[in-house]
């Protein structure tokens, strides 16, 4: 038999209990008691999904509704280990060229489709359909040659190169299914709507744009993932999910008890939450890749590597983390989330935050000269550096983060860093002109590789910082072609020691966290395991 | 003297479609001569690969020329075809029609609570009656006047809401929703207003007419309400265009604090994110809604003063 069995506990304990710090997935128990079936709940978040179609989903923040009404093939353990959800199964044939799925049997489509491998073909084809999704097709479909069934309970994916991310793509949002009655028949299909269904444990019923979502119980659901809390139909009769954007506001509607949950709980609003006995706060760390400053390699001055170096012992991280989030941030210390399985302890405490060495090393690079205003000065120009945020993509205070990383490298090793705040346009352009230096980002993928694959490969779709290193490409690729996660995650420790210790292409911050205040009588409030997001409405109940 | 009232009409109305126009392309102008471009937008900080990029422009037909597009959106609005909105991948005719009601209700609602408000403080604190009401009153104008209307917003949900639980902080349908939104976009209106007001009556009541009313022995309150309102209603009736501004803007704000759907957050996303087909559908419909409420208030003003008719 050429096909090997991927097992579903692939990840050596060893490896997690030096790569993970996630705290506890699901909230403790409370004053909620035991399970019990009925009522409905309304969950304030604070961002309004611009589709409601999963296939054209790009917002972690609406993560939480998707799984709501629909289901992937797969998903994540809280090991970020792969198991089944509407397969079954999966095969890779020894060349990993060969992806054979086993679908569940006795599932059905919201609007009474049956779920099966023409279902699940249908969903591919679409996706791969000109001017579809053009994201899902041109990245996580890039290896994809066709999809063959097999039988009606079989699907077989032939990819054109070993491409192990294919099975990451299986257990995304855009990889949901959604019944190809919908695919073929819907009045708006990329923007989605209670036309657009899928399997989920919930049905949509109801989209006031701009102010809240409903979703019903869908009474014949009976395929629960394994990391779910229970089987069978959700406890809830409905939820509705209400858009509030100001935090002061969602908290205020927490607090009075006009709704049961909310999500984006930023730091100033915690000591509320702690205070108050009726209510509880629990949060975790995303996947994907931390909250980093890349250095544009394709230009002066972070073309020097002690430019580099020299920014980031210029910053003391914890003190800026303490000072912006107060002690509610995770400093991160790698690209990789601390969260991810591929994350790299060894980078811990190796670098950062020494202004002495900072100082050195930017003498050593020829900065010697100092202007009137403190900034180091070489052959008569500035050490000026610049980073452009774009505001509708600016969260978490990073505005203000940007401001105190400002400050920091300024007073302890005369760098002029300018933070400039923009509209997509101005800071499209600045990409364009390539007239910036520095770059933020961070990343929700739930495999890391993912997000690593298109910040730092030399034809990635997110590589601001024109990094074209054959080392670090090949790397990436190997990462990608492995089946074997051990080995995975021994290339990625490889490539985030050449990426973070030996080339200081980036200056790691923070890790991305989502928080969840709710009422102690609400149960089963969780996080989806791996992603570090809400989970959705289908293990949450009301107790007494 | 006085052309036939038909033709008077019709230049009105050719005058609006101008408007309209001008309107429309000043705003396609802004948003091409603004950085980037839709393609920027619909990538926004994701994924950009050529193959991407290319998909999109082949998708909106966004390779054409400026002009030809221009001319394919004049030409498709003529026949009441709005497009459909690039970032929410709907007909622009349904994202703006299903946030219009919510709007209207607002808009209306603040903007009969805001000049009822400046109408009864105008009357009360007019004159020289009450110096001291006539101090707090203004003071409290020129505060409501200066406050951001999102201050106002969280102080009224803070207490009236989180605290005592009167009103609900969000909900489109329930009328008790309503109150709290209304009150925040109306206080500011009310304090302008009332000052225009107030001081107009004050201006009439130096009149000579007003001297004439008194003699006939009309009683101050029939004066006032009669003779001096009236005569300060003109003024403030021009200022139905800055009224109108004012409650667009507002909606913005108002709609971000209390979860409201509306037009209002449908203009920002679309600004922000230069949703031309929106954009240009919003700024239409908002130069149509001033055409009709100036050519409104031009008509009130011919109601009220009686002088006008004649010229």
Request: hydrophobic letters at 45%.
């Amino acid at each position: 038999m050429l096909a090997r069995r991927l097992s579903a506990l692939a990840i050596p304990i060893l490896l997690l209990a030096a790569g993970c710090s996630t705290t506890a997935t699901t909230a403790p128990a409370g004053a909620a008691g035991q399970p019990r079936s009925g009522g409905t709940l309304t969950w304030a978040i604070e961002t309004e999904p611009l589709t409601l179609n999963p296939h054209q989903y790009a917002q972690a923040k609406a993560r939480l509704l998707v799984w709501n009404s629909f289901e992937s093939l797969l998903t994540y353990d809280d090991q970020g280990a792969l198991v089944p959800w509407l397969a079954t199964g999966w095969q890779a044939s020894a060349d990993g060229l060969t992806y054979t799925l086993t679908l569940r049997d006795g599932v059905t489509f919201t609007d009474g489709t049956p779920f099966d491998a023409e279902a699940v073909k249908a969903n591919f084809d679409k996706l791969r359909e000109q001017g579809y999704a053009p994201g899902v097709a041109a990245v996580q479909l890039r290896n994809l040659k066709g999809v063959e069934v097999v039988d009606p309970r079989t699907v077989r994916l032939v990819l054109t190169a070993p491409d192990v991310l294919i099975l990451d793509f299986l257990a995304s949002p855009q990889g949901a299914q959604v019944s190809p009655k919908s695919l073929r028949e819907a009045a708006n299909l990329k923007a989605g709507g209670l036309d657009v269904v899928g399997t989920g444990p919930f049905i949509l019923d109801r989209y006031v744009p701009g102010q809240e979502l409903h979703y019903k119980r869908n009474p014949a659901y009976d395929w629960a993932p394994p990391t779910a809390d229970h089987t069978g139909p959700a406890h809830l009769d409905g939820i509705t999910y209400r858009f509030l954007k100001e935090s002061a506001v969602r908290i205020g509607a927490l607090t009075s008890g006009q709704v049961q949950l909310v999500e984006g709980v930023p730091a100033t609003d915690v000591p509320l939450i702690d205070g108050n006995p009726q209510l509880r706060l629990i949060r975790e760390l995303n996947s994907g890749s931390a909250f980093s400053y890349y250095f544009n390699v394709s230009r002066p001055p972070f073309d020097d590597l002690r430019v580099r170096q020299a920014f980031r012992e210029a910053v003391d991280v914890p003190t800026l983390l303490t000072s912006v989030y107060r002690d509610t941030a995770t400093r991160a210390w790698s690209l990789v989330s601390p969260a991810s399985p591929f994350y790299d302890k060894r980078l811990e405490a190796s670098y950062g935050g020494d202004a002495a060495k900072a100082n050195s090393l930017l003498d050593q690079a020829g900065w010697t000269q100092r202007d009137a205003e403190g900034y180091r000065v070489k052959d008569g120009s500035r050490l000026t550096v610049r980073l452009f945020q774009s505001a509708p993509f600016v969260r978490d205070r990073r505005d203000v983060l940007a401001q105190a990383v400002q400050a920091a490298v300024k007073q302890s090793a005369g760098i002029d860093l300018k933070v400039s705040l923009v509209d997509q346009g101005t800071a499209q352009e600045a990409f364009d002109n390539n007239s910036y230096e520095v770059f933020e980002n961070s990343r929700a993928d739930t495999d890391a590789g993912a997000a690593l694959n298109l910040l730092l490969h030399s034809g990635g779709g997110i590589n601001r910082i024109q990094v074209n290193d054959p080392g670090i490409d090949k790397l990436l690729e190997q990462g990608q072609a492995s089946a074997d996660l051990a080995e995975r995650a021994r290339i990625y420790a490889e490539l985030q020691q050449l990426v973070v210790a030996e080339q200081a292409l980036v200056l790691p911050l923070y890790a991305p966290a989502d928080q969840i205040a709710a009422s102690t009588t609400v149960g089963g409030v969780r996080f989806e395991p791996t992603a570090g997001v809400p989970a959705s409405a289908y293990d949450l109940w009301i107790g007494k | 003297m006085g052309r036939p009232p038909l033709r008077s009409v019709l230049r009105r109305v050719a005058a609006g479609v101008v408007v309209l126009w001008v309107a429309a392309t000043t705003a396609y102008l802004a948003l091409l001569a603004a950085p980037g471009d839709t393609v920027d937008t619909l990538i926004g900080d994701g994924v950009d690969t050529p193959q991407i990029r290319a998909d999109i422009i082949a998708e909106w037909g966004l390779d054409r020329p400026a002009v030809v597009q221009y001319l394919d959106y004049l030409w498709r609005l003529v026949h009441g075809d709005l497009g459909r909105s690039y970032l929410l991948q709907r007909p622009v005719a349904e994202v703006i029609g299903e946030q219009l009601a919510p709007t209207l209700i607002l808009s209306v609602a603040a903007a009969t609570l805001g000049v009822l408000l400046a109408l009864i403080i105008a009357v009360v604190t007019a004159g020289d009656r009450r110096p001291w009401l006539r101090r707090l009153s203004s003071g409290t104008e020129l505060l409501l006047v200066s406050t951001p209307s999102f201050l106002i917003g969280l102080v009224l949900l803070s207490v009236l809401s989180f605290r005592f639980g009167l009103f609900p902080v969000a909900g489109g349908a329930d009328l008790r929703a309503l109150v709290l939104p209304t009150i925040t976009l109306a206080l500011p209106i009310a304090g302008l207003l009332a000052q225009v007001l107030r001081d107009g009556v004050d201006r009439a009541l130096d009149e000579p007419f007003v001297l004439t009313a008194r003699s006939r022995g009309l009683t101050e309150r029939v004066v006032l309400a009669r003779h001096a309102l009236r005569h300060a209603l003109l003024p403030a009736v021009t200022l139905a265009g800055w009224l109108f501004g004012t409650l667009l803007g507002g909606a913005v704000i108002i709609e971000q604090v209390f979860g409201r759907p509306g037009l209002g957050q449908v203009t920002l996303n679309a600004v922000t994110s230069k949703d031309m087909p929106v954009v240009l559908a919003v700024v239409t419909l908002s130069a149509a809604v001033y055409v009709v409420v100036n050519t409104a208030a031009d008509l009130v003003s011919l109601v009220i003063d009686p002088r006008l008719r004649r010229s």
